[in-house]
């Protein structure tokens, strides 16, 4: 299980950042607008529909105006709420995203037929550092060795 949820993070690393940055933009661009038309519609103890559509409308299109009326008005109360409201749904909607990336089995993104096979020098008990057919760049096939040492090359030889 831990496999799983090592192989989310490596994945979304890079989305987490971009997650916090899309935040930042919702709360500014987004919620600000939302909070402040809900504070001027419910200005009169009692939510006035148009009110809120007409000052959305002007408060969208100037969204950084806006944020800084949530301030100057005192509608800073409708802002966290509306805030909190937003960021909850948008952390699920990150959870269901991230709970999707995780990898299926322990295998997932491992290239077959690599030598990640090995680690810490656990290849050469089967190949040799320094002699034999060159299998890659460190990694030999010793012809001294008892059994089978056949190889099947694949690519393509260039003559110029």
């Known amino acids: 299980m831990n496999y799983k949820i090592e192989g989310?993070?490596?994945?979304?690393?890079?989305?987490f950042i971009i997650y916090i940055i899309l935040w930042i933009f919702i709360a500014i661009v987004f919620v600000s607008p939302i909070a402040y038309s809900r504070?001027?519609?419910s200005m009169a103890n009692e939510f006035d529909f148009a009110t809120?559509?007409?000052?959305?409308?002007?408060a969208i299109t100037h969204p950084l105006q806006s944020f800084g009326n949530i301030f100057t008005?005192?509608?800073?109360?409708?802002?966290?709420?509306?805030?909190?409201?937003?960021?909850?749904?948008?952390?699920?909607?990150?959870?269901v995203g991230f709970i999707k990336s995780?990898?299926?089995?322990?295998?997932?993104?491992?290239?077959?037929?690599?030598?990640?096979?090995?680690?810490?020098?656990e290849?050469?008990?089967?190949?040799?550092?320094?002699k034999g057919i060159i299998l890659s760049e460190d990694n030999y096939l010793p012809?001294?060795?008892?059994?089978?040492?056949?190889?099947?090359?694949v690519g393509r030889i260039r003559i110029w």
């Open 123 to 130: 290849q050469y008990r089967i190949l040799s550092r320094n």
């Open 73 to 95: 008005n005192g509608a800073i109360s409708e802002y966290f709420s509306t805030l909190i409201v937003v960021s909850i749904i948008y952390t699920l909607f990150f959870f």
């Open 52 to 58: 809120f559509i007409e000052t959305f409308g002007v």
């Open 102 to 121: 995780v990898p299926k089995n322990e295998y997932s993104d491992i290239e077959h037929g690599s030598s990640d096979w090995s680690q810490r020098g």
């Open 143 to 153: 012809v001294d060795k008892r059994g089978n040492v056949n190889v099947l090359v």
């Open 8 to 15: 989310a993070l490596k994945r979304n690393r890079k989305n």
């Open 39 to 41: 504070h001027v519609a």
